[in-house]
């Protein structure tokens, strides 16, 4: 999360916000910031690249935030429970679309992207996924089942190596020469001790994602991910 507001950043309304609508923008790599009231989402000539407002318990400061923020070029998206779709009504000068919580990510995703594209804004970040992970190519941010993992730089670059041929075994000198690079003059023993940190970092769960491959090398899960 970062503070400097700047086309690219979402403002997420109330501060804090729900769990669940936190860890969709950490596993989707957006960069957001909490806004507490509409001055705060209006401030300093802000440029948000979408607003999404959950109308929680306290629906009129959500709607002034909604008001205070919306034109042609920052779309809005409100998050309503099934029982305050009443407050919908009258309204539509104020959002650009809704959904029903608890909502499913998926739909989620894809209501925000047609935000986006509608208009005119980016992409989502380029990401790296495999089941539970997910890896920002962008900002290198790694998160496993909706927590961040705490990576050096070349852990988090042999993790992405590894997550994007999924299945894939690779010797250790093919790892060193594709991931620290042909003029690194390591030995193998550098990899397994960065497999062994990334196993660590994975936890018990899931540090079995990484697999030894026997007299061969190394490899992360199965050619598709089943879970």
Request: with cysteine; hydrophobic share 40%; aromatic share 10%.
């Amino acid at each position: 999360m970062n503070d400097d507001a700047h086309p690219g950043l979402f403002a997420v309304h109330p501060d804090p916000p729900p769990p669940e609508l936190v860890k969709f923008f950490d596993l989707d790599g957006y960069r957001w910031k909490a806004v507490a009231s509409a001055e705060e989402a209006e401030g300093d000539d802000r440029e948000w690249q979408a607003v999404l407002v959950a109308l929680g318990h306290n629906p009129e400061q959500a709607w002034r935030v909604c008001s205070a923020v919306i034109d042609e070029r920052t779309p809005v998206l409100v998050l309503v429970g099934g029982s305050q779709l009443d407050q919908l009504q009258g309204r539509d000068d104020s959002f650009d679309d809704f959904i029903i919580t608890p909502f499913h990510p998926e739909e989620l995703r894809v209501r925000v992207d047609h935000l986006l594209a509608k208009a005119g804004k980016g992409a989502r970040p380029e990401l790296v996924i495999y089941g539970p992970l997910s890896l920002n190519v962008e900002t290198y941010q790694a998160m496993l089942d909706g927590r961040s993992l705490d990576l050096t730089f070349m852990e988090y670059e042999l993790l992405r190596f590894l997550t994007a041929s999924p299945g894939q075994v690779f010797t250790r000198e093919t790892l060193l020469n594709r991931v620290w690079g042909y003029e690194y003059y390591g030995g193998a023993r550098t990899v397994d001790v960065h497999v062994r940190r990334l196993r660590a970092k994975l936890g018990e769960e899931h540090g079995s994602l990484i697999s030894t491959v026997r007299g061969v090398g190394y490899k992360l899960g199965q050619s598709r991910w089943q879970g």
